[in-house]
C-alpha cells in the first residue's frame, strides 16, 4: 500500500512563505506524476501545480510565479514552496500521486495539511 505523508502546513502572514513536504513510499520509477490540489471551504478541489516523471512541471493560473514545485533526487519526495502568500491561498492542501499499475495506473491522495495565510 503506497502512503503519502504530507507536512508544512500552519498559519502565515500574507506576504510570507511556506514550503509543504509529501514524502512518498512508491519507487519512483513507478510514479508517473505528483501533484498538489487544494480546497478552500466551500470550493471544489482544484490542481495548484503538477510535475511529471520527466520534470516536467504545470501551474495553475492563480499561482504562477509565486508557487514552485520540486522533487528531489530520489524522486520519493515532493515539495511546494509557497512565496508571496495571499489570503485567497488558504485551503487544505492534498499530495496527488499517479503511479503505473500493470498497463494502467493507480491513483493516491494524502491526509492533507491546512494552509492559513491571515493577518
Known amino acids: 500500500q503506497v502512503q503519502l505523508v504530507e507536512s508544512g502546513g500552519g498559519l502565515v502572514q500574507p506576504g510570507g512563505s511556506l514550503r509543504l513536504s509529501c514524502a512518498t513510499s512508491?519507487?519512483?520509477?513507478?510514479?508517473?506524476?505528483m501533484a498538489w490540489y487544494r480546497q478552500a471551504p466551500g470550493k471544489q478541489r482544484e490542481l495548484v501545480a503538477r510535475?511529471?516523471?520527466?520534470?516536467?512541471?504545470d501551474y495553475a493560473d492563480p499561482v504562477k510565479g509565486r508557487f514552485a514545485i520540486s522533487r528531489d533526487n530520489a524522486g520519493n519526495t515532493m515539495y511546494l514552496q509557497m512565496n508571496s502568500l495571499k489570503p485567497e491561498d488558504t485551503a487544505v492542501y492534498y499530495c496527488?500521486?499517479?503511479?503505473?499499475?500493470?498497463?494502467?495506473?493507480?491513483?493516491?491522495w494524502g491526509q492533507g495539511t491546512q494552509v492559513t495565510v491571515s493577518s
Open positions: 496527488y500521486l499517479d503511479r503505473k499499475y500493470g498497463i494502467g495506473a493507480l491513483r493516491y
Open positions: 512508491a519507487s519512483s520509477s513507478s510514479i508517473n506524476a
Open positions: 510535475i511529471a516523471s520527466d520534470g516536467s512541471t
